[in-house]
């Protein structure tokens, strides 16, 4: 799951924590076998499985048929809420060099465009990375 934003740029509060900062999408985007990180997310049990939007098509304006649009480096915890129909998706948003939390309850019948800046701010970010996975996602730590 890919979060898609109007404009570049944050929506919400700059957001960071010992385990949420912008050192998290070093771990997630590989490349070197250890950062300080790693550490703070594994002693917690944090994002044992998550769904990760970081390569070569973020930081990216997408120009479509439906608009234009700007897909952010994003890490994406979902729950099921039900199945099939809605899920429930937190994303840990990087643009520039902050770090923000979103919301967005999905509808899987609704086409992702029209659901474009429906996301909302994340209310209770210890929650974030321990969400239950969706089928998508998967397992991070080994």
Request: glycine share 8%; aromatic share 14%; net charge negative.
């Amino acid at each position: 799951m890919r979060i898609y934003y109007a404009t570049k740029g944050l929506r919400g509060t700059p957001y960071s924590s010992e385990i949420i900062n912008t050192d998290i999408f070093k771990v997630f985007r590989g490349g070197a076998t250890h950062f300080p990180a790693d550490d703070a997310l594994r002693a917690a049990d944090a994002f044992p499985m998550a769904g990760q939007d970081t390569g070569r098509y973020t930081d990216y304006e997408y120009v479509c048929k439906e608009g234009v649009f700007y897909i952010p480096r994003s890490v994406c915890v979902g729950e099921v809420v039900e199945p099939g129909h809605i899920n429930d998706y937190y994303f840990v948003v990087l643009c520039d060099d902050a770090v923000e939390l979103r919301y967005l309850r999905s509808e899987l019948q609704r086409p992702w465009h029209e659901q474009v800046g429906e996301d909302e701010p994340v209310t209770n970010p210890d929650a974030v990375p321990y969400a239950q996975p969706c089928r998508s996602q998967k397992r991070v730590w080994d």
